[in-house]
């Protein structure tokens, strides 16, 4: 055991369970806590709720091991991780309606010189609100002088789908604390696991380092994408045109795609928007480029169909990167939605070998269908490339005259 140390990461996702994972496997107790009970009896039977490599073997070790158990009530522990999603409303502003939630679960179980870790990707001021909230809930942890006896820090996940379990480890960390204290604290905690520098700071500075990171990334797919619209109106290949220029010894241009998805950099930048709306107007001008590529993909696609009566339109690939599970802001999964709503009287017939289902805006529409790679092109008029998953890296055998939309360049 580490020094009898206990930890509760409320939220079981893409990275709450992870970390709780990697926690249990240096020895610490881990209790998950999730509102939902399927993924609480998943995990708590040693097994994962979704797709994310070599992670189903930590679980399942430290299950066995009884270093990691689940419920949906949150207990007493030393330190909470809160790992929660936080998406944005319809204006694009931030919606912080589950890190409240899972505050209003932590307070009752607080005790003073507890350490509260936000790391859910979280505007600026987010930690400061998370405190806030819990001492509403419990004032009794605030000394004589106004002094919180609860120590807050916000420590943004900086990990790649696919490599969660690698990066985790590897990775550099940044921890920013209310207090210097608070940060000292949590940066003890991440040395359990993490082999990475961790960089200390205030936790607003931290919150922002994590939008400032996606942000930065964002801006230059919109460039590559910006590239790939100009490229088709002057009849270029946009992807040779990117590997010529990438040869230039201080360029180096991202790959254009059908969009941007993933709960980091499709949301990321909007919080610093939020903030500073008049002074991120490059920031805003990125995020509207890419939002703006789903739309431009559809418009292909119904050109292209335009005279076929009864089409068949096979769309490759729903999540919003290769070879993973994750649907969150997915472009293919926008695209394939408004295909289905521009063209009523077509068949879009889905491929994504990593789910069983398709989502439920999908799959309630009759025009939509999830089927294996040979059902869907077997005679489809056009064939969409949204997700270059391993599994459509070989082009597959076309119908004679289907029109191909490779918004990866996968088959170049």
Known sequence: MVDDLTVAVVGLGYIGLPTAAILAANGVRVHGVDVNPRTVEAVAAGEVPFVEPDLAGYVARAVADGLLTAGTQVPEADVYIVAVPTPFLE????????IRSAAQAIAPRLKAGALVILESTSPPGATRQLLDWLLAERPDLVDADGASQVLAAHCPERVLPGRVMVELVTNDRIVGGLTAEAATRAKAVYEIFCQGQILLTDATTAEMAKLVENSFRDVNIAFANELSLICDR???DVWELIELANHHPRVNILQPGPGVGGHCIAVDPWFIVASAPEQSRLIRTAREVNDDKPGYVVNRVLAAIEDVAEPVVATLGLSFK????????SPARKIVAELA????????RVVEPHVTALPPELANRRNVELVTLGEAVAQADVVVLLVDHAAFRTVPHLKDG???????????
Do not use: F, K, M, Q
């Open 402 to 412: 289907a029109v191909v939309v490779d918004t990866r360049g996968a088959w170049r």
């Open 341 to 348: 709503d521009a063209a009523p009287t077509a068949a879009v």
């Open 91 to 98: 204006d694009r502003t931030p919606d912080l309606g589950y």
């Open 234 to 236: 002057l009849g270029l």
């Open 322 to 329: 290769a070879d993973i599970d994750d649907l969150r802001e």
